[in-house]
């Protein structure tokens, strides 16, 4: 705990106000906004340098050691030894599981965030804590989601700040969120889905709220493929923890 | 027709065939009739093809278990001439991979997302009964790969695509493609196949206007297509990259839309569809000439081609061929077939309303005989005949349309070279062209039907007219480039 306070008086984490969003598919659409209780993020993804930390003293998360049920072959496959990671060393860290990445984040005293959380704070612009009706932003968001795969990723923290003080929400990498598994596509994302098994399975295309929101259901359906073992070359993580309460 | 395929039927059926006909079944039985037992032998790996190249026919009497890997990839691909787009491939290429089984395979479909992909992909096979045709099953993160099995069960030919969400953009960004599946006797022989496939795409930027173009969201939702397109990029059939056949062969087409929005009137200008399997259905309708193509369908044309020449692919909704790209070419070569096709022959011009303009021509054409025409008469008389034979697409103006037809007031590319001016005329003009510092690649038909005279006549009124000034043309120059170069074989109009 002691050493995530250090990271947030260092700057690394931001308060994040409490507040609501809307998500693609409320759990009642009769109540379209979801409350998001105040809690911390961090202001940038977790980093290869900060993940390189992380291993050396955890040798378990080391990749030759590490339990293919907890992350599959791709996990760290771009890093030269078990704690050598590829320069430059402060972009995003990838090919990391769910399992590393809260390891990680427990290890720091902190959690992932939530899918609510995150999805709250990426709802905002540079000047708006809500930019989903923004047609402009939204445009900007979703052309990262449709551009050119690339190797690796910017560094982090380069871009100005949401309207939070959080920085990379959008144009770097997929991150991991606690539940990521919750807004399920599960099968077929053409399904409609009644209003029981909204939430849980077929959760479909036809029931979201705002189906112009395409960089959304990119994130949900990124999400839904994955499972916790899985790594990907573009998928990274940042933490969260609830806020101390004064 | 139905009728008397039927009355075939029964005949055979007490007498032997003609060997020319074969016996054809009122029903195939449908899916419940797909199911020809367990797979026999070692499985099979699929040979899959790129457009507009298909896989051999089967040569298998007994059902196998056939073994399709199937890469995505997304990667930057020209769409048009320096145009560039970011495209999500079944196999590197749009559309994608031409996979051919025959009825009653049981197919082992491997679904690969290469590791440098950003999004999560699936494939839906028309071809599949079941829900979700497959799309459940091979839902995929990049780096993984995941594997269903299905029977095919109904003969014909299906589309693929990608449906993951947003379906619309992973279509739109070219994730479909073609599945054959044929009867289990096999399709009838022909000389050719050709895979082709028309898609609608949707850009920030107009129409050819340059560098790596994003998906605008917007225009596909309003189903306002900046590009329609066969096999995934301009030019994909046009030039060196045209379908070839010979004269006397038969040629069948797999032809399947893609989408994501527009249905095609699909149509090849200067040939009528001897059979079309109408939604890829499994009985031909005869004697066609445009047929359509729904978003998400596919259809097989069939026809036997008789005279030389380039037969245009095109999507017959027509601002589509000619402003957004959807044209092909299919090169017949061969020996003339005179009795079928005869060319020119009547060497008089038909210039419309053009009225006391044609007392002009006659002036102009009586002066020449005696060796007295001026400049002066040979302009008018070539402004008259303009208005008939190129206006349509110069634009009375000469200044063309921006992209499509290029200008001939001002034209660097016209003043240049006055005997490839006159070449243009008579031969046409197929591939890319600089004109004023811009680009066109487009086709222009030959003219030869003009006579000397009128060539000469046009091409000195357009080197005299708009701004442009030049020497005259004569009848000799005209009839020296006619003589000295070919036509390309049997124009089309
Ligand atoms: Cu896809």
Same mark, same amino acid.
């Given at each position: 705990m002691l050493w995530w306070l250090a990271i947030a008086a260092a700057g690394d984490g931001v308060a994040i106000q409490a507040g609501s969003y809307e998500p693609? *598919? +409320?759990? /009642?659409?009769?109540?379209?906004r979801t409350f998001v209780s105040s809690f911390i993020l961090d202001a940038t993804p977790v980093t290869r340098a900060d993940f390189s930390a992380f291993v050396a003293e955890n040798e378990r998360w080391q990749r030759e050691r590490v339990p293919a049920v907890l992350a599959d +072959?791709? *996990? &760290? =496959?771009?890093?030269?030894?078990?704690t050598e990671p590829p320069a430059p060393l402060d972009t995003p860290v990838t090919e990391v599981s769910w399992f590393a990445a809260r390891a990680y984040c427990e290890w720091r005293g902190a959690r992932l965030p939530t899918e609510d959380e995150w999805e709250y704070v990426s709802r905002a612009s540079e000047d708006s804590l /809500? =930019?989903?009706?923004d047609d402009a932003w939204l445009a900007r968001t979703l052309a990262w989601y449709g551009s050119p795969r690339t190797a690796g990723s910017g560094r982090v923290g380069q871009h100005a700040p949401n =309207?939070?003080?959080?920085? /990379?929400?959008?144009?770097l990498v997929w991150e991991w969120v606690e539940?990521?598994?919750?807004? &399920?596509?599960?099968? /077929?994302?053409?399904e409609g889905g009644d209003a029981e098994t909204l939430r849980f399975?077929?959760?479909?295309?036809?029931?979201?709220?705002?189906?112009?929101?395409y960089a959304t259901f990119m994130r949900i359906a990124y999400r839904s493929s994955l499972q916790g073992k899985y790594t990907t070359r573009g998928m990274g993580f940042r933490c969260a923890a609830d806020q101390e309460s004064p | 027709m139905r009728s008397i395929l039927l009355a075939l039927a029964t005949l055979t059926a007490c007498q032997a065939p003609p060997a020319a006909v074969a016996p054809v079944p009122?029903?195939?039985?449908g899916s419940a009739a797909g199911d020809f037992g367990p797979p026999v032998g070692d499985p099979i790996i699929a040979e899959l093809t790129n457009a507009p190249n298909v896989p051999p026919p089967i040569d298998r009497d007994e059902p196998a278990t056939v073994v399709v890997n199937l890469e995505v990839v997304e990667k930057v691909m020209p769409i048009s001439e320096g145009v560039d787009y970011t495209m999500w491939t079944f196999g590197g290429e749009v559309p994608g991979k031409f996979i051919r089984v025959r009825q009653g395979d049981t197919v082992e479909f491997h679904l690969q997302n290469h590791p440098d992909n950003r999004m999560p992909h699936n494939i839906d096979l028309?071809?599949?009964?079941?829900?979700g045709g497959g799309a459940a099953s091979s839902f995929t993160a990049p780096g993984h790969e995941s594997q269903f099995t299905f029977q095919a069960l109904n003969q014909g030919i299906y589309v693929y695509h990608c449906a993951t969400a947003p379906v619309g953009m992973h279509i739109a960004n070219g994730m479909y493609g073609m599945i054959l599946v044929e009867p289990p006797e096999g399709l009838p022989p022909v000389d050719r196949e050709y895979y082709v496939m028309q898609g609608d795409f949707y850009t920030v930027?107009?129409?050819?206007?340059?560098?790596l173009q994003p998906f605008d969201m917007q225009k596909a939702i309003e189903e306002n297509a900046t590009y329609v397109l066969f096999n995934g990029a301009?030019?994909? !059939?046009?030039?060196? @990259?045209a379908l070839q056949a010979n004269v006397g062969e038969t040629v069948r087409l797999f032809v399947g839309n893609g989408g994501p929005n527009l249905v095609s009137s699909f149509h090849v200008i200067g040939? %009528?569809?001897?059979r079309v399997y109408t939604d890829g259905g499994t009985f031909p309708q005869e004697n066609v000439q445009t047929t359509l193509v729904a978003s998400g369908g596919a259809t097989m044309v069939e026809f036997d081609v008789e005279v030389p020449g380039t037969y245009v692919l095109v999507d017959h909704s027509i601002f589509r061929a000619? @402003?957004?790209?959807a044209i092909g070419m299919l090169k017949v070569d061969g020996p003339e077939s005179l009795g079928v096709y005869s060319g020119?022959? !009547?060497?008089? %011009?038909?210039?419309?309303?053009l009225g006391d303009h044609e007392g002009i021509i006659a002036a102009v054409t009586e002066a020449e005989a005696g060796g007295t025409v001026t400049l002066e008469q040979q302009i008018a008389a070539g402004e008259a005949l303009f208005g008939g034979?190129?206006?349509?697409?110069?634009q009375t103006t000469g200044?063309?349309?921006?992209?499509v037809f290029p200008p001939l007031a001002g034209s660097d590319f016209l003043m240049a070279d006055k005997e490839r001016s006159i070449g243009i005329v008579l031969n046409g003009l197929t591939g890319p062209v600089t004109v004023n510092g811009s680009d066109y690649n487009s086709v222009m038909p030959p003219m030869?039907?003009?006579n000397d005279d009128e060539i000469a006549h046009i091409l000195t009124y357009v080197r005299n007219s708009w701004g442009n000034s030049g020497d005259a043309v004569t009848a000799e120059e005209v009839a020296t480039v006619r003589s000295t170069t070919d036509a390309p074989a049997g124009a089309a109009h």
């Open positions: 693609l *598919y +409320p759990v /009642d659409p009769a109540v379209p +072959p791709g *996990y &760290l =496959a771009s890093w030269s030894g078990p /809500d =930019a989903s009706k =309207a939070h003080g959080v920085h /990379d929400m959008h144009g539940d990521f598994n919750n807004t &399920l596509f599960g099968t /077929d994302v053409r399975c077929g959760s479909g295309t036809l029931s979201a709220t705002d189906v112009s929101d | 009122f029903t195939t039985g028309h071809a599949v009964t079941g829900p930027g107009k129409y050819r206007e340059k560098g301009e030019g994909s !059939l046009t030039g060196d @990259n040939e %009528i569809f001897d000619f @402003n957004k790209g020119l022959e !009547l060497d008089s %011009i038909y210039v419309g309303d034979s190129c206006s349509a697409c110069h200044t063309g349309v921006e992209g030869r039907q003009l």
